[in-house]
């Protein structure tokens, strides 16, 4: 079974528990198994059919780039973080980065305020 690490925002729904243990082999099959467990979660993670745009999934380290369909194994760490996504300055690479990190920024933002390392 895949690990699921529940946001602190929605705690709520799960009596604060903090992470869960579902059977998958897709994001969808794993939504699907916490809507099992806490009925209404789904309803925070998916819109229209997809991966709500306010949020990015990481599985086992690396973002999903298939939504729903992405797969899942047995042993896998799930975790849901709000999402984040950069504009660009000019020709601001950092910005790029963020982009290309999440996939779909939900927010624009100017980083050339932002110190460099």
Excluded: W
């Amino acid at each position: 079974m895949a690990t699921v690490f529940i946001p602190t925002m929605l705690q709520g729904l799960t009596g604060g528990v903090k992470q869960v243990e579902v059977e998958g082999n897709n994001m969808r099959r794993v939504i699907d198994g916490l809507e099992d467990l806490y009925p209404g979660i789904k309803d925070r993670l998916v819109e229209d059919g997809s991966i709500r745009p306010s949020l990015a999934v990481a599985i086992d380290g690396e973002v999903a780039r298939m939504g729903l369909l992405e797969k899942v194994g047995e042993n896998s760490e799930v975790h849901f973080v709000p999402a984040i996504g950069g504009g660009l300055c000019g020709n601001e690479p950092l910005s790029q980065k963020l982009q290309l990190a999440v996939g779909r920024p939900t927010a624009h933002i100017c980083t050339e305020n932002f110190a460099r390392s």
